[in-house]
């Protein structure tokens, strides 16, 4: 088993890595460590863009009150335009083959964008087959034409850049740019990264399983909702 570090990894992140693959922590202190990873992915994002950018965020269901919340927040302190979008998906595996996975989308709440959106952010707790990232982005990409793509996730495995990009024409994968802090090269017997994120990530947060995220409705998508209709 080998991780690797990016630079963004400084000494107080690697404290937060190792908070998620600590099987005793609970999930309040899990999402909060999340959180946390979140506004540091959002500081290290804002160093790559210019105060007057367009971003464009994309949240998977269960990260969206915990990790995107930490980007969110951290974007909106400094931008003026930021437009978010949530997807709930169902992941599995056809026919018990466990490599060939789809994630097809069974709900999503998608802000409008009256700009042209310089700088699509795809978020993930952690990235694996990339198959939800795929799904959410060629949803996205049929609506928003962005200058520039990050792919952004606490983990990622080794192959998932290479992965991801293969399911794209260069038009779009040269749009790619990929942030995250530790990169894994193994999988647990039962396909999950290791050390990755500390096992399943519906059970870390507090969920009991896909099917309950999938009826959650987040906290931050009824807070923006609410204010969009007020307007």
Same mark, same amino acid.
């Given at each position: 088993?080998?991780?690797?570090? @990016? #630079?963004?990894? *400084?000494? *107080?992140?690697?404290?937060?890595? *190792?908070?998620?693959?600590? %099987?005793?922590?609970? =999930?309040?202190?899990?999402?909060?460590?999340?959180?946390?990873?979140?506004?540091?992915? &959002?500081?290290?994002?804002?160093?790559?863009?210019?105060?007057? #950018?367009?971003?464009?965020?994309? @949240?998977?269901?269960?990260?969206?009150?915990?990790? @995107? %919340?930490?980007?969110?927040?951290?974007?909106?302190?400094?931008?003026?335009?930021?437009?978010?979008?949530?997807?709930?998906?169902?992941?599995?595996?056809?026919?018990?083959?466990?490599?060939?996975?789809?994630? =097809?989308?069974?709900?999503?709440?998608?802000?409008?964008?009256?700009?042209?959106? $310089?700088?699509?952010?795809?978020?993930?707790?952690?990235?694996?087959?990339?198959?939800?990232?795929?799904?959410?982005?060629?949803?996205?990409?049929?609506?928003?034409?962005?200058?520039?793509?990050?792919?952004?996730?606490?983990?990622?495995?080794?192959?998932?850049?290479?992965?991801?990009?293969?399911?794209? *024409?260069?038009?779009?994968? $040269?749009?790619?740019?990929?942030?995250?802090? #530790?990169?894994?090269?193994?999988?647990?017997?039962?396909?999950?990264?290791?050390?990755?994120?500390? &096992?399943?990530? /519906?059970?870390?947060?507090?969920?009991?399983?896909?099917?309950?995220?999938?009826? /959650?409705? =987040?906290?931050?998508?009824?807070? %923006?909702?609410?204010?969009?209709?007020?307007?």
């Amino acid at each position: 088993m080998t991780r690797i570090y @990016s #630079a963004f990894a *400084n000494p *107080n992140i690697r404290s937060l890595l *190792n908070q998620l693959i600590d %099987r005793s922590t609970v =999930p309040a202190l899990y999402q909060q460590t999340m959180i946390q990873l979140g506004v540091n992915l &959002g500081d290290v994002i804002l160093d790559q863009i210019d105060d007057s #950018a367009s971003v464009y965020l994309a @949240s998977t269901v269960e990260d969206a009150d915990f990790l @995107s %919340r930490g980007i969110l927040e951290r974007l909106e302190e400094k931008l003026e335009s930021v437009a978010f979008a949530c997807f709930w998906n169902q992941r599995f595996s056809p026919f018990e083959v466990e490599d060939l996975q789809i994630a =097809p989308i069974l709900r999503k709440y998608q802000e409008p964008s009256n700009q042209k959106i $310089n700088y699509l952010v795809v978020v993930k707790s952690i990235i694996s087959s990339a198959c939800v990232v795929k799904t959410n982005l060629i949803d996205l990409i049929q609506k928003v034409e962005p200058e520039k793509i990050f792919i952004v996730a606490p983990v990622i495995h080794s192959q998932s850049e290479e992965k991801l990009k293969r399911e794209f *024409n260069s038009e779009i994968h $040269n749009k790619f740019q990929f942030i995250y802090f #530790a990169q894994d090269d193994e999988y647990s017997s039962d396909g999950e990264i290791v050390p990755g994120i500390g &096992g399943m990530i /519906y059970e870390r947060l507090g969920f009991e399983d896909q099917d309950t995220k999938n009826r /959650y409705t =987040p906290q931050l998508v009824k807070n %923006r909702r609410g204010k969009l209709v007020s307007i």
